[in-house]
Each structure stands twice: as structure tokens, then as C-alpha cells.
């Protein structure tokens, strides 16, 4: 729920209040009963603090654990294709060799 800035057209008494979205906008100011108009803020600034800000701190222990297996069992896959195809350009190598 938003805070929202007032301030009053008779006294300028400018104060905030914290009311939902959805609710009607105040038209009574609280000092001298006068009407009030809304002003446009800025808004709240966002503070990111502490664990809980990266994709991967808001998952589960057997989320991680899979995601790390997978990773491993990838990397080793790309071990073996990597290991392969330096065989097979040393057979092309030998290949050209005996042309």
C-alpha cells in the first residue's frame, strides 16, 4: 500500500497517508477541516538488503542439488565430445599425411 502526500488548500498543511490504491483520495484536511488536494510524489525508493536478490537464493536445497548434478553430468558430456574431436582432427591431420 502506497503512501500518499496531501496538502490542503486553505491552511497548506501538507502531511502524508498511508491508504490502498483502491481507496477513495481523503477530502478533509485533519488540522483545520479545510479541503484537501493530492500532491504527486515521487514514490518510495526500492533498498535491496541482505540474501534473497539473486535467482538462485530463493531456491530450494533439492532444486539446487539437481540444478548442480545437471551441471556436472553437462560439463563432463562436454569433456567427452571436446576429447573426441581433438581424435578426430589428428586422424584428419594423419589423413592429409598420407595423400
Known sequence: MPTYEYECEKCEHTFEHFQSM???RLKVCPECKGDVRR??????GI???GSGFY???YRSKS???GAS???KAESAAKNKSSGGS???KKSVKAKKKKS
Open 86 to 88: 581433438k581424435k578426430k
Open 69 to 71: 548434478k545437471d551441471s
Open 47 to 49: 533498498i535491496f538488503k
Open 55 to 57: 535467482e538462485t537464493d
Open 63 to 65: 532444486y539446487q542439488d
Open 39 to 44: 500532491l504527486i510524489g515521487t514514490g518510495a
Open 22 to 24: 483502491s481507496s477513495e
